[in-house]
């Protein structure tokens, strides 16, 4: 063990009750999180690693950590930790706490209303999360550790997504205007795309020409066992191009064809059935959609084409190139 190893080992074990205080405060305040010890105890020992290897002297004693601890916002980590893992309740509690304050600083920095929208919209992608890494969704909410509130932590994310939409609504743009309108930095958001070695790696003409087939068939199969609400949201955000706020206020129309499969499955929906649908909701709904079609594409290759765990990740990146299409979700039928 290094002695860097051994130092975070000594100050963790220093701390560790301290650390099952913040849990058991935390899960008593918000027990439907679903968030475990362990989900905690990790996150704070990341944060602890970061704390020590930037304080001066790189050797802090336990109870300078002990201290560091208790500035932790621990109420704002539960609740970004739980909408980390998609939690239900947690994104509940995030949108009627936040929500209201995420569009008054997205208008307070934006140039326009429309580039407010869009960039609520866009935060929100984000920190549901749609990219995936080694099988896990990866959440910005991730990156938040507590050092500072979350809404500190919030204006500087849509901060960021200001420079984003800024940048690509301009060909050519100074640094002086960039940080002049909206600051300085950088954040990017992939929306329904999974991380399987880079888009621009190509398998080889045989391999295309032996999977095509077979990925095309489970592809098929994959979106055809969905169920018409899902394939209308699907239709709705690849097809019409709508942002999630628009299909979120589509829903609350009492003639929409998707408001009562969503009274039906929301409970909040159905004690307070005046409340208001949040870009949250979609994500997740959409989240749904493709673990579904994953897991059919998957089990459809396996049991169906015969084919071995690596055949099936060729597919999977043949398939990638298809869902990164418009064009692939207009075949989309909901009839």
């Known amino acids: 063990m290094t002695p860097e190893s051994t130092l975070h080992s000594d100050l963790f074990r220093e701390c560790e009750s301290q650390i099952d205080e913040i849990f058991a405060r935390c899960n008593e305040s918000a027990p439907n999180f679903g968030i475990t010890h362990e989900c905690l105890r990790s996150s704070l020992h990341r944060t602890i690693r970061k704390f020590a290897a930037r304080h001066p002297g790189g050797k802090p004693s336990a109870g300078d950590v002990k201290e560091f601890l208790a ?26 706490q936040h929500r209201n304050y995420l ?38 909410f991730a990156t938040y550790s507590g050092r500072g509130s979350l809404r500190g932590w919030l204006r500087t994310v849509i901060w960021h997504s200001l420079v984003d939409l800024h940048r690509a609504s301009h060909a050519e743009v100074s640094l002086d205007e960039m940080t002049e309108n909206v600051g300085e930095g950088h954040a990017h958001s992939n929306f329904a795309e999974t991380d399987l070695g880079g888009e621009d790696q190509m398998v080889d003409h045989i391999s295309r020409k032996r999977y095509r087939k077979a990925t095309v068939s489970s592809i098929e199969k994959a979106f055809g066992s969905l169920e018409s609400h899902e394939k209308l949201l699907l239709l709705y955000y690849h097809v019409e191009d709508l942002k999630l706020r628009e299909i979120a206020r589509l829903v609350e129309n009492p003639s929409s064809p ?15 059935p005046g409340s208001r649908i949040h870009e949250s909701t979609i994500m997740r709904w959409l989240e749904k959609c493709y673990s579904k079609i994953l897991q059919i594409f998957r089990d459809e290759l396996s049991s169906t084409h015969s084919l071995t765990k690596d055949e099936v990740d060729i597919c999977l990146e043949l398939a990638t190139q298809d869902l990164a299409s418009t064009s692939f979700y207009r075949n989309l039928s909901t009839t």
């Open 71 to 96: 500035q932790i916002h621990t109420e704002d980590l539960f609740l970004a930790l739980g909408c980390a893992g998609g939690n239900e309740r947690a994104w509940w509690e995030f949108d009627q």
């Open 103 to 140: 569009e008054r600083v997205a208008r307070h920095l934006a140039r326009t209303d429309v580039d407010a929208e869009e960039v609520v919209d866009t935060v929100y992608v984000e920190l549901y999360g749609t990219r995936v890494v080694d099988g896990e969704r990866v959440s910005k």
């Open 258 to 272: 998707l408001r009562n499969w969503f009274q039906r499955k929301s409970a909040t929906r159905d004690k307070n």
